[in-house]
């Protein structure tokens, strides 16, 4: 049995999810350092040249290699300016099983880009790796990330209580202005068969590409 995702470039008209880069490290740094993704995520902050590194040199790599999940630079088509993240996660091969986070940088949200490069995952997780299920796991505070989940036809499947650490602005104080809240997780499940038109519904809705290629 395959224990390792490969090392794979997914792209749809606009997108291109692809392997990090040592040239992504700017613009990651950036993106990791906007309060939206401060508070959602549990990454270091403030994120540093140091994090991006590793993050680039060893812990996005070892994500695949270690049979974990795989994790993926969201760049445009076009400019290839990096727009966000998407990573799988918590993968069981028994089950054919994963989780599914996903990040937007500031300047490009408002553009479909991460229910765009999510979709892109999912068709070739469920058609090319056989895979039958994804789950997601959003605040419930991030009606942002809920959003995706709903475009993408998700369905909710309950709520994880007090299940999170996030993080919310303090006024002073010696943490960086952050401190730590603890929240609840709604959790989404997304089957092969959810998917059924939904690209066609969401490029109608939006304009933007539907799944493409990969490679």
């Known amino acids: ?11 749809t008209d606009r997108l291109v999810m692809r392997p990090f880069e040592m040239a992504d490290i700017p613009a990651y740094i950036e993106m990791m350092n906007d309060e939206a993704v401060i508070a959602w995520t549990d990454g270091p902050h403030p994120y540093t040249q140091v994090d991006a590194e590793r993050w680039v040199r060893r812990i996005a790599p070892g994500e695949r290699t270690s049979g974990r999940g795989i ?29 599914v986070r996903y990040i ?32 997601l796991r959003t605040p419930a505070d991030n009606t942002a990330s809920q959003q995706v989940a709903q475009k993408l036809g998700c369905i909710s499947e309950g709520v994880l209580r007090n299940a999170r650490i996030a993080r919310t602005r303090t006024e002073n104080g010696t943490d960086g202005g952050w401190t730590d809240i603890r929240t609840d997780l709604i959790v989404w499940g997304l089957l092969p068969e959810d998917l059924e038109g939904v690209a066609e519904q969401l490029a109608d809705a939006g304009g933007y590409g539907t799944y493409n290629d990969w490679k």
């Open 1 to 11: 049995m395959t224990t390792t995702f490969p090392s794979v470039s997914i792209s």
């Open 71 to 99: 994790a993926l630079a969201v760049t445009e088509f076009l400019t290839q300016r990096l727009v966000g993240s998407v990573q799988l996660l918590n993968t069981d091969r028994r089950t054919l099983a994963t989780e």
């Open 104 to 135: 937007t940088a500031p300047w490009a949200r408002g553009e479909g880009y991460a229910t765009e490069s999510v979709l892109a995952v999912a068709e070739w997780l469920f058609r090319d790796q056989g895979f039958e299920r994804i789950e």
